[in-house]
């Protein structure tokens, strides 16, 4: 009976281990390419105009200390790992002297909410209709909606972003296309500000639902017409059992658990996804600060990002993993 | 015996089912069951016999309805007449099916290893198969099952276990004690044993043998091994391919089969003492997708002649309650 | 192999309307070769002129004949989807195998990085990636670290499919009847493996060319190499949208999509034509 520890072990030294790869992947990134992020700012920060050597020789010091990148490769990996560690990537070029970490604090609220409503809107839509599909396969209206799903399926999040905007911004003027709220809005969680915040998340969680949608339908539409000849299915079926108790406690039940797991393994692509949608829609989260941070060549808040990224997606695998077994109990007792 | 104060429970009658199936420009038609007639009384333990692919299964299914496409009833009937009403099963809806279904109809099935909800307590079964019927309030309900599963002998916390915590014998157990807690007047079993090791098969059988009698249900039970058959079956029917051969009273046709493929199965069957080494049949079971002409055993049969390779036998009385589908059958031994 | 494709085709609708679109998208991209114009002069021709029998997509804010630059960067497009599979495949391919044949304590640890690649948010690493580069970042450049940081998925796939297929009955016919482990591995299970190698495949350059895509429209790529999401980055530099240029963007939207389509019609199919129930139907049980 000791499955539910072995499983949680298990489960954190997979995190442990995704933080790890996908850390050292960001400082190899980093530190093993020929270009000297230093040297760059530099020659950024003296394009218009002459600047003294000296000036030069001090910039070069104090970016080397800002970057982490004093000292040979072995004392520059510990204090890449000090700086994750505690979550302080130093202050940002382009909005100096802002701390990268109070950036994207800022930012992220605004991803985390965009991703948690689109992925659960999504994956509930998705399973529920593919369900439906799988079990009634004769339904008309299930498959010409099933064609649709996945008609979106396979276009990348940007370009269905991208022919959303185009719509809705310019053939058919109804949404708001660009930021969270309406500009110059105070803050305050008044009604209309709320409602300026919901119809500004409108576009970007259609975007990534169209997506996503069809990939947990289809998924859960072979799911479930694989399922519905097991013998649990068969044998409730002679048993008189009701048709939607079969559908929902028999079927769908044991279908949802490998596509928790599937959750757990496209949380990763569906964050790509959003980081896209919301540059397009210009939504002020961790995608848009990414974006322009590039633009911007703020060295230090790209590379906040990016580790805050594989930190914080990787939490969510955690999350899911650790509820897989409330939906299994052959993980919480074998 | 001989005189009826009812009728059969069940009569099927000239009863073919087929499976169809059409994919990437490939059609196919399976005989599986072709112009099978029986009839199953109250109270008796028919045995249903053949080997793997005889078609034993489809019988089975179709007998339950629990038809799904690519197999589909060509021609015949199945009709149940039970204690309240009579029912032609292919002829009623979904409604009337799922009335009759665990009241008066239940079913034990082939692998039943994982015919429990793996993701859900074994109560929860008991509630969607058996709540309707029993028609009292749930603790009363609980209570209800609780006796039945003691009156077989298993401990009523096996209702608050997953299907996996169970052992194999444990979770067969179960699901007879599912399946006969409607007290229902008709129960199809099978291949209830198959998956089972031999000291758990008999404990299993012993028990479906007491509710039987208990109930005083009728039980069509399907196994390929004679033994089982030998112990269990007031009478017995042996398939093969899609048709039924021979049928009689179980110690008639074990003393005295009259199909050459009966009198085989029986021959191969050890006996004590018994050291002569064992005869296959030549040949293997025909393609049901193509079957031959005529006797459809005529390619493996030792006593074919050309009537038999032209036309197919009719099942035939050849004695009291004993009859067989041949045109040579083998001689009657005595008592 | 060549009998599967060829009833795929005759029965399977959706593999037929998959190979035609890809068809149509290959043809088109063949074109370039034809091309009166290299694909990167500008102003050889009138600018923001709309579709018209001279100019059959129109031309761009740059001068360019659209029909011819779209051709380059759609064969561009489809080389880096084809680059990026090819190198990625030999990498899944290899670790699939080998985790999948050898088991134990090295296939745990396969997988677990293997996991940990399909985990890891792969679009930050990209960017970050183009950041350091910058200038020096190419085409093949981006090819090489996406084939290294795509082959997870697949990988997972195929080892388990080389798990199942080393429990199976005909392996051990064939290792007790003494073929050798090369003639097992090609005469036996290729036949299983390439269907499914084909089908994600597709998947894989379908997910390729959208992220090149989604990162040239940024400009985080070689801006100098037309591919479609390169010219989508142009059009959007010079707001076509804005300026009603409409053409400038419709059609390369509309032949990518195109592509994703049919590679995605093809990968779908293949992976109805592996379903065990349905090759159940054609063979018999």
Redesign the interface.
């Known amino acids: 009976m000791n499955g539910y520890p072995v499983y949680l072990l298990t489960r954190l ?2 995190f442990a ?2 933080v790890f ?2 850390i050292n ?2 400082f190899i ?2 530190h093993a ?3 000297d ?1 230093v040297e ?1 700012s530099i020659a950024a920060a003296t394009q218009y105009g002459s600047t003294s050597p000296e000036a030069i020789a001090l910039m070069r010091q104090s970016l080397k200390e800002l970057y982490g990148l004093e000292g040979g490769p072995i004392d520059q990996y510990f204090a890449f790992w000090r700086r994750v560690a505690v979550g302080n990537f130093g202050p940002s070029l382009s909005a100096f002297p802002t701390p990268v970490s109070v950036l994207i604090g800022r930012a992220l609220p605004w991803t985390v909410s965009l991703l948690v409503v689109s992925t659960l809107l999504t994956w509930v839509l998705g399973n529920l209709l593919g369900g439906l599909a799988g079990y009634y396969r004769q339904s008309r209206t299930l498959r010409l909606g099933g064609l649709l799903a ?2 979106f ?7 269905v972003a ?2 959303l905007l ?1 719509v809705f911004g ?1 053939l058919w003027p109804v949404l708001p296309i660009s930021g969270g709220y309406k500009m110059n809005m105070p803050r305050d969680w008044s009604w209309p500000f709320i409602a300026s915040l919901l119809t500004h998340s409108i576009l970007p969680i259609l975007s990534l639902a169209l997506v996503g949608l069809g990939g947990w339908f ?1 998924g859960m539409r ?1 799911l479930v017409s ?1 399922i519905v ?4 299915v ?9 048709r939607r ?1 079969i559908l929902a ?2 079927v769908m ?2 279908a949802l ?1 490998p596509q928790v797991t599937g959750l ?2 496209s ?3 569906i ?2 996804g959003a ?2 949608t919301e ?1 397009v829609f210009g939504y002020p989260g961790v995608g848009t600060l ?2 322009s941070a ?1 633009y911007a060549g703020d ?1 230090s808040l ?2 906040g ?2 580790t805050v ?2 930190v914080a ?2 939490l969510a ?1 955690l999350l899911i993993d650790l509820l897989h077994p409330l ?4 993980v919480r ?2 | 015996m001989s005189e009826q104060v009812r009728e059969p429970v069940l009569v099927v009658s000239d009863l073919r089912a087929y499976y169809r199936t059409s994919s990437f420009g490939v059609e196919r038609e399976v005989r599986a069951v072709d112009d099978v007639s029986l009839s199953i009384e109250a109270n008796e333990i028919y045995g249903l016999a053949g080997e793997s692919s005889s078609g034993k299964t489809t019988l089975i299914k179709t007998i339950a309805a629990a038809i799904q496409p690519p197999l589909e009833v060509l021609a015949g009937s199945v009709v149940f007449n039970f204690s309240d009403r009579r029912v032609d099963i292919h002829a009623v809806d979904r409604r009337e099916l799922a009335a009759i279904r665990w009241k008066h109809l239940s079913y034990i099935m082939q692998g039943s290893m994982n015919v429990l909800n793996p993701v859900r307590r074994v109560r929860h079964s008991f509630v969607d198969f058996a709540f309707r019927h029993i028609g009292k309030p749930m603790p009363e309900f609980l209570q209800v099952v609780r006796n039945h599963l003691q009156r077989l002998h298993l401990a009523p916390d096996v209702l608050d276990a997953y299907p996996h915590q169970l052992s194999g014998g444990m979770r067969q157990r179960v699901t007879i004690a599912l399946a006969t807690v409607c007290r229902p007047e008709f129960i199809i079993a099978d291949e209830p044993t198959t998956a089972l090791d031999v000291v758990v098969q008999k404990g299993v059988l012993a028990m479906i043998h007491e509710i039987q009698r208990e109930l005083g249900s009728s039980l069509i039970f399907v196994t390929h091994d004679m033994s089982v058959h030998a112990n269990l079956a007031d009478r017995l029917g042996i398939m093969y391919a899609g048709r039924l051969v021979e049928e009689g009273r179980t110690a008639d046709v074990f003393r005295s089969p009259r199909h050459p493929y009966t009198a085989h199965l029986i021959a191969s069957l050890p006996r004590l003492g018994d050291t002569s080494p064992k005869k296959g049949l030549d040949g293997a079971p025909p393609n049901l997708a193509n079957p031959p002409p005529g006797c459809r055993f005529h390619p493996r049969c030792p006593r074919a002649s050309d009537i038999c390779r032209r036309e197919t036998p009719p099942m035939t009385w050849l004695a009291a309650g004993h009859r067989a589908a041949c045109f040579h059958p083998e001689p009657e031994q005595a008592a | 192999m060549g009998r599967t494709l060829r009833d795929l085709v005759r029965f399977n609708r959706q593999f037929a309307s998959g190979v035609i679109l890809l068809a149509v998208v290959a043809a088109f991209s063949c074109l370039s070769f034809f091309s009166p114009y290299p694909p990167n002069d500008s102003f050889v021709v009138p600018p923001d002129v709309p579709p018209s029998w001279a100019y059959p997509m129109g031309t761009t804010s740059r001068g360019q004949d659209l029909f011819w630059l779209l051709s380059f960067a759609i064969r561009n497009t489809l080389l880096f989807g084809i680059t990026v599979a090819v190198i990625s495949r030999v990498l899944a391919l290899v670790i699939g195998l080998v985790a999948g044949y050898s088991g134990g304590l090295l296939d745990r640890a396969l997988m677990s990085i293997n996991d940990t690649f399909i985990v890891i948010p792969l679009f930050p690493i990209l960017v970050l990636f183009y950041f350091v580069m910058r200038e020096h970042m190419s085409w093949g450049l981006l090819a090489l670290m996406m084939a290294c940081l795509g082959w997870a998925y697949d990988a997972r796939l195929i080892r388990s499919v080389a798990m199942s297929l080393r429990t199976r009955e005909f392996t051990e016919t064939g290792i007790f009847s003494g073929m050798s482990t090369r003639q097992i591995l090609v005469e036996e299970h290729l036949p299983y493996v390439l269907p499914i190698v084909f089908s994600t495949t597709m998947n894989n350059i379908n997910w390729s060319i959208g992220l090149e895509v989604t990162l040239s429209v940024l400009g985080f790529t070689d801006i100098n190499t037309p591919t479609i999401g390169v010219l989508i980055y142009w059009a959007n530099q010079h707001t076509a949208l804005v300026a009603g240029i409409w053409w400038w963007i419709f059609f390369p939207v509309a032949l990518v999509v195109i592509t994703f389509i049919g590679l995605f019609l093809l990968a779908v199919s293949m992976n109805e034509h592996i379903d065990p129930r349905s090759r159940l139907g054609r063979t018999g049980p």
């Open positions: 030294g997979q281990l995704v790869i996908g992947i960001a990134v980093t390419t020929p270009i992020p760059q996945m008609a399926h396979p276009i990348p999040y940007y370009i991208f022919m185009i310019y289809m072979s694989n000849t097991e013998d649990y068969v044998y409730a079926e002679l048993g008189g059992v009701e108790r406690s028999y039940r044991n658990v757990a393994m949380i990763g692509a964050f790509n980081i896209i540059q990414l974006v590039v060295y790209v590379l990002i990016t990224s594989i997606v990787s695998v939906l299994d109990p052959r007792a074998r």
